[in-house]
């Protein structure tokens, strides 16, 4: 019977999961990923059934989030209607990562990656038990920015995730794990966020706990102002709050003079304020410091549009193409849309 569940959830998995997007993804490497994930459960002190996902990432370890083992002194992975018994936890509370060491658990471990070898808009796919879901459930989306932090760079996508997915794997379109899904802001206009693989390296060297619950407070748990600037600039931008991004930008650009993340949000801000003539140059400031970043390659293309400048409109459609196709179209409307505008005006 578990056989068969998990066959009829792959049977789902490449019926679904793949149809819009079927020529970006390696499915036979992907589905690999698919089986790489685990659920983590455990019992709450009120006696509700806690739960969250986690990644194997070597014979006998998960990669996991912290934060799912705050209430329950008695976790343990389970996969389909099997159950395996938790032996101990490697953590690094602040970063949220915990590594559990399991008693024989009988499943290949996932394809290690980077998002250090991606660029902006690449497809990209979540796995994990959103919802409490016994099969995993995947969700596509594309790569929309890499920060640099602690080391490594914290991942923001467009896959998104639910409840019990926190733990669960980011993967590229090659099947391979480059984060962990996290957290994410409030609101249906949500920013989806994950932790860099390469955290793992520094958490193997933690020492083992086999004490539960493990509590502690994450970086993204911080009070607003201590949060990292790329963080504290979501809100203001979900929001259109034009001016307070504005602010945030001009420290960030100040902070890290070389981060293209944020040259381009400061070009976002001055553009929503109607200085065009600064954000023309703060894109293409972003774009000089990663000729990958195709957002700023969208935003210098419709500007274009706006003043007539057909070869750069010509150039930035090629460039785009070149790495997403998705992205492609969308600037295809945008420009279109822009000039039947001013037909209207």
Known sequence: ?????????????????????????????????????????????????????????????????????RQTKEPWISRGEDSFTIASIQADRYHDLCLIT???????????????????????????????????????????????????????????????????????GQGRLIGINTFKTPGRNAYFYALPVEWLASLEKQPAETQYPIDGKTFWEEDDANKPLFMQMAEPEIQEEWPRLLGIAQKWIKKEPNNTEAWFELGVAQEHSDQKTDAEQSYRHALMLSQGNIDAMFRL?????????????????????????????????????????????
């Open 1 to 69: 019977m578990r056989n068969l569940k998990i066959a009829l959830s792959v049977t789902a998995f490449l019926m679904t999961g793949f149809t819009p997007i079927a020529q970006a993804f390696d499915k036979e490497k992907l589905l690999g990923s698919f089986f790489s994930i685990v659920m983590i459960r455990g019992y709450n002190p009120d006696g509700s059934l806690a739960y969250g996902s986690g990644v194997i990432v070597a014979q006998n370890k998960v990669l996991t989030n912290c934060h799912i083992f």
């Open 102 to 172: 399991a008693d024989s658990l009988p499943f290949p471990p996932a394809v290690i990656g980077s998002v250090n070898d991606m660029k902006k808009g690449e497809e990209i796919v979540a796995i994990g038990h959103s919802s409490a879901s016994p099969a995993p459930i995947t969700s596509f989306g594309a790569l929309k920015a890499a920060y640099p932090f602690e080391g490594a760079n914290i991942i923001r996508s467009t896959a998104r995730f639910a409840m019990g997915a926190s733990g669960s794997g980011l993967f590229d």
């Open 301 to 345: 293309g419709v500007m274009a549009a706006e003043k007539g400048n057909i070869a750069e409109v010509q150039a930035m459609k090629v460039a785009i193409g070149n790495i997403d196709p998705d992205t492609a179209e969308e600037f295809n409307t945008a420009i279109t849309c822009d000039e039947k505008c001013k037909k209207r005006r």
